[in-house]
């Protein structure tokens, strides 16, 4: 019973391609988040996604969008890619906006 | 804007043995502070969280406004509390946390 899965979990592209990375949680939460974690284990938010509504961390370049095509699924699309956004990034997902977050495993992304 | 500080990138002490991770915290609004954890090969989770003045698996933590401070303590370390810890900082605005650079503790048998 995974609560928050993400796939792939392993991605390897070149600069300039396109990615998405796939977010899903069963846990019947409504809202979800998308964070960035660099090579000295910064976790940094990037965007909750509520109802509907998005807010998004001032620091994130537009190259990053994420599109909720239902409730139980957040994806995150990349443009452009570039190599300093070889990362670790997760999903999470709470109850509320007040909720704990739960995390999915991580999705580790390597740019060449 | 806020930020959260954790002072120690690893901190190593023997089982048995008193334990404090520290966290600072800057933030102009009414904080919400977390602890998560993450153990080897499994995901990020929560421990505590300052609003429920619980102790989850011995640990307590006590927000400190004046200090600015949110430290995690534990008076006896089991080798099995080996992780990697984060200070996290929540905000009202769409409930995203900000996250300190993370301590890891290694617990010695």
């Known amino acids: 019973d995974t609560a928050v899965s993400q796939t792939p979990k392993y991605l390897v592209t070149q600069m300039g391609n396109d990615k998405s990375i796939k977010c899903e949680q069963n846990l019947g939460h409504d809202t979800m988040y998308w964070y960035k974690q660099d090579s000295k284990k910064f976790l940094k938010i990037m965007f909750s996604y509520n109802n509907k509504e998005l807010i998004i961390n001032e620091t994130v370049p537009n190259r990053f969008s994420p599109k909720s095509p239902d409730k139980a699924h957040l994806n995150l699309h990349i443009n452009s890619l570039e190599l300093g956004d070889s990362a670790v990034y997760f999903c999470a997902s709470s109850q509320d906006l007040v909720g704990e977050q739960f995390f999915g495993p991580g999705t580790r992304l390597t740019v060449l | 804007a806020q930020r959260v500080t954790q002072p120690e990138k690893l901190l190593s002490v023997f089982k048995g043995a008193p334990v404090e991770l520290k966290c600072n915290y800057s933030?102009?609004?009414?904080?919400?502070l977390f602890w998560y954890v993450q153990y080897s090969r499994q995901r990020l989770q929560l421990l505590l969280r300052?609003?429920s003045r619980e102790s989850i698996k011995g640990f307590t933590a006590d927000l400190n406004k004046g200090e600015t401070s949110f430290h995690l303590k534990k008076p006896f370390a089991q080798e099995e509390d080996s992780a990697m810890y984060y200070c996290a900082l929540g905000v009202y605005a769409g409930n995203m946390l900000t996250f300190g650079g993370g301590t890891r503790l290694m617990v010695k048998p």
């Open positions: 933030y102009s609004g009414s904080p919400e």
């Open positions: 300052h609003i």
